[in-house]
């Protein structure tokens, strides 16, 4: 499929770029159906601002909830709201926890493949 170089008005300040044929073959690879509308400066320049604004975290900072951990029970910060009956790790606990799970994991995997 033979792609050419197009030109497109930036939405936001108006200026004329080119939507080259490498990049339209990028954009294949990547499933996007539609071009761009932004200028490559324009677009830099929105991504500068949502990092600023932390828009990539979902435009809010992760709710953190305080917590007893339930193996050591030193106290800690979970993103979550804990729950009646549940488990809370702290980070150590929590990687020690699931390292065991995982391994298990493994066991039964191999086991249940004989």
Known sequence: MGF??????????????????????LFQSWDYD???KLCP?????????QYRN???????HRH???ATCTDC????EVPFKPRAGRPVY????YHKVR???????TAITAASAC
């Open 54 to 60: 932390g828009s990539y975290n979902h435009g809010t």
């Open 73 to 76: 029970g030193k106290d800690t």
């Open 4 to 25: 050419q170089n197009k030109s497109i008005c930036c939405s936001d300040c108006g200026s004329s770029f080119t939507f080259s044929a490498e990049e339209k073959e």
């Open 64 to 66: 953190m909830s305080r």
């Open 90 to 93: 702290c980070p150590n606990c």
């Open 34 to 36: 539609n071009e761009p």
């Open 41 to 49: 400066s324009c677009r830099q320049a929105r991504k500068s601002e």
């Open 99 to 105: 390292g065991l799970v995982d391994r298990c994991i």
